[in-house]
């Protein structure tokens, strides 16, 4: 069946340095896309989010990147941080008129560590 | 400050022993979401309600079923659970369905024995 899947399940990075996560999908139906940030022991924190119509997305030092052409979603975190360390998850949600969607498709997970 | 509540957060049931899992919310949200999250994986949707419109996902066993009593408490039932139950579940909260920002609860980490 279609799915959400990342490329890498671990990510070392400097403090300080940018990071970037990658995400691949291939249900091209999705309409919504979303990064969650998950730590040890709780659960999935909102971290930015992205609708289909848009490429590009930007937060507080994250930035999300959507190609539909590749369905590849992507999240750049700059200046990375200890408090950065974690599990980042894509997830994907199709939506229908009406005002209805179907719940969110978790990607694999990414676990970010974060070297002093 | 806490918006989504479960309780309790660990919960250890016996093989076979009828367990319910409890969240509530003070968000208000029209859309309330049990997801099952095994050691590293990803969390996997169960079902969702959209107010007390029931939406079970397909490959959900029969073997889970949720209640959700008014728009601030939704349950997880598991009828007979097994060892590979054994998982951390999580209830999260929207506005709406569509582009709407899912709220995590801490979860509840079950434990089959």
């Known amino acids: 069946g279609e799915s959400v899947g990342l490329h890498l399940p671990t990510l070392s990075v400097q403090e300080g340095d940018n990071s970037i996560i990658n995400c691949a999908y291939s249900?091209?139906?999705?309409?919504?896309f979303i990064w969650y940030k998950q730590e040890s022991g709780k659960g999935p924190q909102f971290i930015i989010d992205?609708?289909?119509?848009?490429d590009k997305r930007q937060g507080q030092r994250v930035t999300v990147l959507l190609n539909k052409t590749v369905k590849h979603l992507s999240l750049q975190i700059a200046a990375t941080q200890p408090g950065d360390s974690a599990v980042y998850f894509c997830?994907?949600?199709?939506?229908?008129?009406?005002?209805?969607?179907?719940?969110?498709?978790f990607g694999k997970g990414t676990h970010l560590i974060i070297q002093p | 400050d806490a918006m989504v509540i479960q309780n309790p957060r660990y919960q250890v049931t016996q093989f076979g022993k009828p367990v319910t899992l409890s969240c509530s919310q003070t968000?208000?949200?029209?859309?309330m979401y049990w997801y099952q999250q095994k050691s590293s994986q990803a969390p996997k949707l169960l079902f969702h309600?959209?107010?007390?419109?029931?939406?079970n996902e397909a490959d959900t066993p029969d073997n889970f079923q949720s209640r959700r009593p008014n728009t601030s408490f939704c349950f997880l039932d598991i009828r007979s659970p097994g060892l590979g139950d054994a998982a951390m579940y999580l209830c999260?909260?929207?506005?709406?369905?569509?582009?709407?920002?899912?709220?995590f609860g801490p979860g509840t980490r079950l434990t089959v024995t």
């Open positions: 249900n091209s139906a999705s309409d919504y």
């Open positions: 997830a994907e949600q199709r939506e229908y008129s009406g005002g209805g969607a179907d719940g969110l498709t």
């Open positions: 968000l208000n949200h029209n859309v």
């Open positions: 992205i609708r289909s119509n848009m």
């Open positions: 999260a909260t929207s506005r709406q369905g569509q582009g709407s920002e899912q709220y």
């Open positions: 309600y959209y107010d007390k419109d029931f939406n």
